[in-house]
């Protein structure tokens, strides 16, 4: 289990990646929505999240 601090610095660094991609008419799927989360919440690494 991670800490609230780090979560929600990881929420903070998810969010603005994809509003990036978003700005640039990427399309984020839901899967990779969904990988974010539990990349935010500790379950999988960065190298798992891709």
Do not use: H, N, P, V
Not at 3 to 11: L, P
Not at 30 to 42: F, N, P, Q, V
């Amino acid at each position: 289990m991670i800490s609230k601090a780090e979560q929600e610095y990881r929420r903070k660094i998810i969010e603005y990646g994809i509003a990036s991609c978003e700005l640039e008419a990427c399309i984020i799927s839901d899967e990779y929505r969904k990988l974010s989360e539990r990349y935010i919440k500790g379950e999988i690494t960065l190298e798992e999240l891709g």
